[in-house]
């Protein structure tokens, strides 16, 4: 079995970090959103915290984002590294 076939996380192909806690709780539509920060690119994301406990989030560096752990294809190592002046929170909410 090849790592491309391996379940997620199972192949050596693939790498994970633990999920840093959501932050900046916030109500928007009567739904309860917050940020969470993907752990190899540093990218910031407002999510649904019902469906990012569901379901996850993607991020652009290709790495998926769950609850307790973020997994990425380590084909992909520093394809997306951002310097502190480039990382933005997509989804943001305009005020």
């Known amino acids: 079995m090849s790592d491309r076939n391996a379940p997620v996380g199972m ?13 900046g709780f916030d109500l ?4 309860t959103t917050a940020l969470v920060t993907c752990p190899f690119c540093f990218r910031y994301y ?13 991020c652009a ?13 380590r084909s992909t190592e ?6 502190a002046s480039e990382v933005t929170i997509v989804g943001e909410r305009k005020r």
């Open 46 to 58: 407002r999510v649904s915290v019902w469906s990012f406990e569901g379901s996850g989030k993607r």
């Open 61 to 73: 560096c290709g790495a998926m984002l769950y609850r307790r752990f973020t997994l990425r294809d």
């Open 78 to 83: 520093g394809s997306f590294l951002l310097t």
């Open 28 to 31: 928007v539509h009567g739904r």
């Open 11 to 23: 192949g050596t192909g693939y790498e994970q970090r633990p999920t840093p806690d959501l932050t």
